[in-house]
C-alpha cells in the first residue's frame, strides 16, 4: 500500500539551515499593478549569517518617466536610469543570483507583484519563488508591537540600517531582521521553513478577519519533489555488521610486503592491519603492497606504508554510514569498531556491492562531520526526507524509527564535541576526569520519531556536587544542549538533560541515586528510573555509562517490591476505545498513539526486562529476551511486534504530513485520513496492546 506523504525537502528546511536572497526593489509608485522596477538589490544568507559581500543590485530603465512624488522618496531620477538595462536585459542575472534560493523580504507581497507584472510585460514565466516576509515573522514572535515598519522592527531587534530607501539597503537591513529573528522564532517551536510559512498564513489570515478583508499572500511556491523516493532501501535496512569481512587479519609491524602478499592471498582479504608498540592502529591494503611492489619495496616493512590512524565505523552502524564515510575520505576500506572500541572486522566498497545508488545516501557522514550548529541543522533537515522515501519503500516502521534513532544519538555525539570545542576555545580546558555523555528515553531503544526531543545525561569518573569536575561538566552540558536546540533537536520539557544537576552525576553519585529510586517507590522516582532504563552511551568513556546501567539492572532486578509498583503502573494505562469501540478522539479528531499504544508496549518490555534481567533497550529485543525465559509465547511476542510497527508507521506518517503543513509534531493521529484498511490495522494494532500488559500481569511473571 503506497504513502500519501510528500517528498518535498525544501519545506523541512530549518531556518538557521536555510539557503536565501533578501530582496528590495525601488519602484516608480506604490500600485502594484502599474508600478515598474527602478532598482533591485538582493544579497545572500547562508547558514544563519548575512553574506553582505554575495550581493546583487542594478538599477533598471523603467521606459517610463519617473514621478516626482517616486523621486522624493528614493532619489532615483530619469537620468540615473537612462544607460540601465530593462527588466528584462537584466532578468537573468537576477534569477541566477537567487536560482533555487528562498527570498526574504519586508512587505514582500509588494515586490513579488511588482516583479510578477515585470515579468508578465517582458513575456516571461514567473518562477514563483519560496517567500517569507518578516514583518509577518516580527507578528508571529511579536504580536503586541505597535509598528511593523522596517525602520521599527530594526530598532527593536538592534539592527543598524544604512542606505534607507536603496534596494540594497533595504534587503540589508531585512536579511539581518530574519536572522535576529530565528532564534525568536525558535524559542516558539518555528524551526523549518514549512513552519515558517504556516505561521505567517495563520498570521495573515487572523489580521484580515479582523480587518474585514481578503488576507495578503505571498504566491504559493511549486512543491519540490526530490527523486528519493526509489532509493535502495538496503543501507538502511542492514548494519555493518551484517556485510563486513571478520574476522580482521593483523600482522606485526615488521612483516614485509613479500610477507604481505601472500597473506592476501592465503587469507582472501584486501588488507590486514597493524598495531605498533605504540598502540596506534594503522591498515595497509592490496593497492599499497601493490604499489610498494611496483616501487621494488618487497623486503621492506609494512609499517613503512600503512595508513593511519585507521578511519573505523561502528559494527552496529547502518551500511550508508559506512558508503558516506567512504565517500567524504575517498578511502576504500575502513575498519569496523566493535562495542569497546576493538577493530572487529573491514569493509570495502566490495562488501557494499548491493548498494550502488551512493548518491540516494543523503544523511552520510554530514552529522558526524559539521562543524557548526547551522551545518547540523541542515544535515538532520534530511531526516524527513529520508523517512517518506523509506515509508514509500514500505520498510519496516522500526527500522525507520531505528534510522531516526540513531541519528539522534550522533547528534548529541556531534554536539558533545562541539561542546568541547567551544570550552577549550573560552579557556576551559580539558575534560578534568573521564566522563560519557548517555542518550535516555526513546532514542535509546531505537524507537524515536521525527518529533524527538534531548534526553541525555552524563556520568563523570568522580567528584562532588559542586566540584571542579561537576562545574567543568556543568558548562560543557550547556553549551552541548544549546547546540542542539539550536541544530533542531528541541530541550526536553522534563527537563532531562546533563545540564541539570538530576542527570549528571560521577559514577558513585548515580549509584546512591540509583539505589533511592528503587528504595523510596515515589512516582516521581519511578519516572526517573523507567528513563534511566532506556540509556545508551554515546560519546566519550562508554564504560563509565554502561557501568551504571548494569548496575541499575541489577539494582531493578533484585527488587520485587520496586517491579510490582511498575508493574501496577503499567497496568493502568487506558483503553483507545469508547463505549461503542471508536477511537478515543481529541477535539481535532486526532488519537494519542503514545499515550494508548506505544507507551503500553515499551513499558511492558521495559518491566519485563528488568523482572528478568534482560539486558537489552530495544522493545524487541527485550520482548523476545523474555519469550526466551518462558514469558507469553511466540505467537503473542510477534502480535504485540506487529502492533508496535502499525503504531509507529501510524505516527511517523502523521508527523510527515503534520511537516509539510508546517504544523506542530506530536503523536497525535489523525483517523480520518486513513482508508478503511489501515483504520482497521490500527484498530487491531491499539486491541493487540492489551497483549502486552497482559504479558506482566499478576501470575505471569
Known amino acids: 500500500?503506497?504513502?500519501?506523504?510528500?517528498?518535498?525537502?525544501?519545506?523541512?528546511?530549518?531556518?538557521?539551515?536555510?539557503?536565501?536572497?533578501?530582496?528590495?526593489?525601488?519602484?516608480?509608485?506604490?500600485?502594484?499593478?502599474?508600478?515598474?522596477?527602478?532598482?533591485?538589490?538582493?544579497?545572500?544568507?547562508?547558514?544563519?549569517?548575512?553574506?553582505?559581500?554575495?550581493?546583487?543590485e542594478t538599477l533598471v530603465n523603467p521606459g517610463q518617466p519617473i514621478p516626482k512624488s517616486s523621486i522624493a522618496i528614493h532619489g532615483i531620477t530619469d537620468e540615473a536610469v537612462a544607460s540601465a538595462p530593462s527588466f528584462a536585459a537584466q532578468l537573468e542575472p537576477m534569477e541566477a543570483f537567487i536560482a533555487r534560493s528562498v527570498v526574504i523580504g519586508h512587505s514582500l507581497a509588494y515586490d513579488f507583484a511588482v516583479l510578477q507584472s515585470e515579468y508578465a510585460f517582458a513575456k516571461r514565466p514567473w518562477p514563483a519563488f519560496h517567500g517569507l516576509d518578516v514583518r509577518d515573522l516580527a507578528r508571529v514572535v511579536a504580536p503586541t508591537l505597535a509598528d511593523y515598519g522596517l525602520e521599527r522592527l530594526c530598532e527593536w531587534l538592534g539592527v543598524k540600517i544604512e542606505g534607507r530607501h536603496t534596494a540594497i539597503g533595504d534587503a540589508l537591513a531585512a536579511a539581518n531582521v530574519f536572522v535576529a529573528l530565528i532564534p525568536l522564532l525558535r524559542e516558539r517551536n518555528i524551526r523549518a521553513l514549512g513552519e515558517a510559512q504556516a505561521a505567517c498564513r495563520a498570521i495573515s489570515e487572523d489580521i484580515a478577519v479582523k480587518a474585514g478583508s481578503t488576507p495578503v499572500m505571498l504566491p504559493a511556491a511549486p512543491s519540490e519533489t526530490q527523486s528519493l523516493a526509489r532509493?535502495?532501501?538496503?543501507?538502511?535496512?542492514?548494519?555493518?555488521?551484517?556485510?563486513?569481512?571478520?574476522?580482521?587479519?593483523?600482522?606485526?609491524?615488521?612483516?614485509?610486503?613479500?610477507?604481505?602478499?601472500?597473506?592476501?592471498?592465503?587469507?582472501?582479504v584486501s588488507s590486514v592491519f597493524l598495531k605498533t608498540s605504540e598502540g596506534q592502529v594503522g591498515i595497509v591494503t592490496e593497492r599499497d603492497v601493490l604499489r610498494a611492489v611496483a616501487e621494488d619495496k618487497l623486503d621492506g616493512p609494512l609499517s613503512a606504508i600503512m595508513k593511519a590512524p585507521l578511519q573505523t565505523v561502528a559494527k552496529d552502524a547502518f551500511i550508508y554510514r559506512a558508503i558516506g564515510r567512504m565517500e567524504r575520505l575517498g578511502f576504500r576500506h575502513l575498519g569496523v569498531r566493535g562495542d569497546k572500541g576493538e577493530i572487529v572486522g573491514a569493509v570495502t566498497p566490495r562488501n557494499l556491492l548491493r548498494h550502488r545508488a551512493m548518491a540516494a545516501i543523503i544523511l552520510g557522514d554530514a552529522i558526524d562531520t559539521a562543524p557548526t550548529p547551522a551545518a547540523l541543522s541542515k544535515a538532520w533537515a534530511n531526516l524527513p526526507l529520508m523517512a517518506s522515501s523509506l515509508i514509500a519503500e514500505e520498510v519496516d516502521a522500526r527500522l525507520i524509527s531505528e534510522v531516526i534513532s540513531s541519528e539522534l544519538c550522533i547528534m548529541t555525539r556531534r554536539a558533545a564535541e562541539l561542546a568541547l570545542e567551544r570550552m577549550r576555545s573560552e579557556g576551559g580546558g580539558n575534560p578534568p576526569v573521564a566522563y560519557c555523555v548517555m542518550v535516555l528515553g526513546s532514542a535509546a531503544r531505537g524507537e524515536s520519531q521525527l518529533a524527538a526531543d534531548q534526553d541525555n545525561a552524563i556520568v563523570y569518573a568522580e567528584g562532588e556536587e559542586n566540584g571542579a569536575a561537576d562545574k567543568y561538566f556543568q558548562t560543557m552540558a550547556s553549551h552541548m544542549s544549546a547546540i542542539l536546540h539550536e541544530s533542531g533537536i528541541p530541550n526536553c520539557k522534563g527537563g532531562v538533560m546533563a545540564k541539570n544537576r538530576a542527570w549528571r552525576k560521577?559514577?558513585?553519585?548515580?549509584?546512591?541515586?540509583?539505589?533511592?529510586?528503587?528504595?523510596?517507590?515515589?512516582?516521581?522516582?519511578?519516572?526517573?528510573?523507567?528513563?534511566f532504563f532506556d540509556a545508551v552511551s554515546v560519546h566519550g568513556d562508554a564504560a563509565l555509562g554502561n557501568d551504571v546501567w548494569n548496575y541499575a539492572y541489577e539494582a531493578g532486578s533484585a527488587a520485587r517490591d520496586f517491579q510490582n509498583l511498575l508493574i501496577e503502573m503499567t497496568r493502568q494505562s487506558e483503553t483507545a476505545f469508547t463505549m461503542f469501540g471508536g477511537f478515543k478522539l481529541n477535539g481535532e479528531g486526532r488519537i494519542d498513539l503514545k499515550k494508548y499504544g506505544l507507551m503500553p508496549i515499551f513499558a511492558s518490555a521495559?518491566?519485563?526486562?528488568?523482572?528478568?534481567?534482560?539486558?537489552?533497550?530495544?522493545?524487541?529485543?527485550?520482548?523476545?529476551?523474555?519469550?526466551?525465559?518462558?514469558?507469553?509465547?511466540?505467537?503473542?511476542?510477534?502480535?504485540?511486534?506487529?502492533?508496535?510497527?502499525?503504531?509507529?508507521?501510524?505516527?511517523?506518517?502523521?508527523?510527515?504530513?503534520?511537516?509539510?503543513a508546517g504544523a506542530p509534531l506530536s503523536t497525535f493521529v489523525e483517523t480520518a485520513r486513513l482508508d478503511r484498511q489501515r483504520r482497521q490495522e490500527l484498530k487491531q494494532a491499539l486491541q493487540t496492546v492489551a497483549e502486552a500488559t497482559g504479558l506482566i500481569a499478576e501470575g505471569r511473571l
Not at 242 to 266: G, K, S
Not at 526 to 531: E, G, P, S
Request: net charge positive; hydrophobic share 40%.
Open 1 to 56: 500500500m503506497t504513502s500519501n506523504v510528500r517528498q518535498d525537502s525544501m519545506f523541512h528546511t530549518p531556518l538557521l539551515a536555510l539557503n536565501a536572497v533578501a530582496l528590495d526593489t525601488e519602484t516608480t509608485g506604490l500600485d502594484s499593478r502599474k508600478a515598474r522596477v527602478l532598482q533591485i538589490g538582493a544579497v545572500r544568507i547562508s547558514e544563519g549569517a548575512v553574506r553582505a559581500a554575495e550581493r546583487y
Open 231 to 268: 532509493i535502495d532501501s538496503y543501507p538502511y535496512r542492514h548494519r555493518v555488521r551484517d556485510v563486513m569481512t571478520a574476522p580482521p587479519v593483523f600482522v606485526a609491524p615488521e612483516t614485509t610486503v613479500r610477507e604481505a602478499v601472500d597473506i592476501l592471498l592465503q587469507k582472501r
Open 506 to 531: 560521577s559514577v558513585a553519585d548515580w549509584r546512591v541515586t540509583i539505589d533511592g529510586w528503587v528504595r523510596r517507590h515515589r512516582p516521581e522516582d519511578l519516572l526517573n528510573v523507567d528513563i
Open 606 to 660: 521495559r518491566v519485563l526486562s528488568i523482572r528478568h534481567d534482560v539486558r537489552a533497550r530495544s522493545t524487541p529485543d527485550r520482548l523476545n529476551g523474555a519469550l526466551e525465559k518462558g514469558v507469553g509465547s511466540a505467537e503473542t511476542v510477534r502480535e504485540i511486534l506487529n502492533a508496535h510497527r502499525v503504531i509507529l508507521r501510524a505516527v511517523i506518517e502523521q508527523q510527515l504530513i503534520d511537516a509539510d
